[in-house]
């Protein structure tokens, strides 16, 4: 069964420090993994998306890597600032079911403070 | 493109009570799902549809709920005889074949 490990739960930075978010998984059979951002009582915001035979995804200020042989993830977040306070969630869409769904980590709650 | 829309946003009701939310995906999606999720955790997967066709739905569906889509647009989730334990943010996500999700903003259930 597919397991999704988010490592800091939380993680309270000062505005300007580059900061690293870890995602684990446990199955590497997947289509892609993607990283949301989800603000507070809102839907969540697709941020990157890999696929399985990609490496890394850049977008802005946001870089994140895949490593699948060894179930990881990484988001890096350049240059924090007071507007990326979220919680950031990583997903994998396992290709044992075949309609693309996901699988979420619990998330990482960042407060990046000014 | 005005997005996923999810209706209503906050529903209070009554243990014992049914409830029905709506979602309305991006136009051009054929792909849908339902998750929920509870404070502090991430979504959870509960069902997926592939235009009007319910091609997967998770053991978390109990048979107290039901899912539409007809005619392959928007969708419906039903809950029977709520309980204290379907408290929860109930989200919809669309997505065509990038296979990136687009959500929306949630249905939040209380039940008293």
């Known amino acids: 069964k597919q397991e999704v490990t988010q490592i800091p739960a939380a993680l309270s930075v000062p505005e300007g420090e580059n900061l690293v978010l870890n995602c684990s998984f446990t199955d590497s059979a997947i289509y892609n993994l993607q990283w949301f951002r989800q603000d507070p009582g809102k839907g969540l915001t697709s941020l990157l998306l890999i696929q399985s035979s990609q490496r890394e995804q850049t977008s802005g200020r946001l870089n994140a890597s895949l490593d699948k042989s060894s179930g990881r993830s990484t988001l890096y977040i350049a240059a924090s600032q007071p507007g990326d306070s979220a919680t950031y969630l990583c997903a994998v869409s396992p290709t044992t079911s075949g309609t693309y769904k996901y699988i979420f980590g619990t998330g990482t709650r960042l407060k990046v403070l000014a | 493109d005005t997005g996923v829309s999810q209706d209503p946003r906050h529903k209070i009701t009554k243990r014992g009570q049914n409830v029905t939310f709506r979602c309305d995906p991006i136009s051009e999606h054929n792909r849908l799902y339902w998750y929920r999720q509870t404070l502090g955790q991430g979504p959870e997967f509960l069902t997926y549809?592939?235009?009007?066709?319910?091609?997967?739905k998770s053991r978390l569906l109990s048979d107290r709920f039901s899912a539409e889509r007809p005619k392959g647009s928007f969708s419906t989730l039903e809950i029977q005889r709520t309980e204290q334990g379907d408290s929860a943010m109930y989200l919809c996500?669309?997505?065509?074949?990038?296979?990136?999700?687009?959500f929306g903003a949630g249905t939040r259930l209380s039940v008293l």
């Open positions: 996500a669309s997505t065509d074949i990038s296979n990136i999700q687009y």
């Open positions: 549809f592939q235009n009007e066709a319910q091609l997967e």
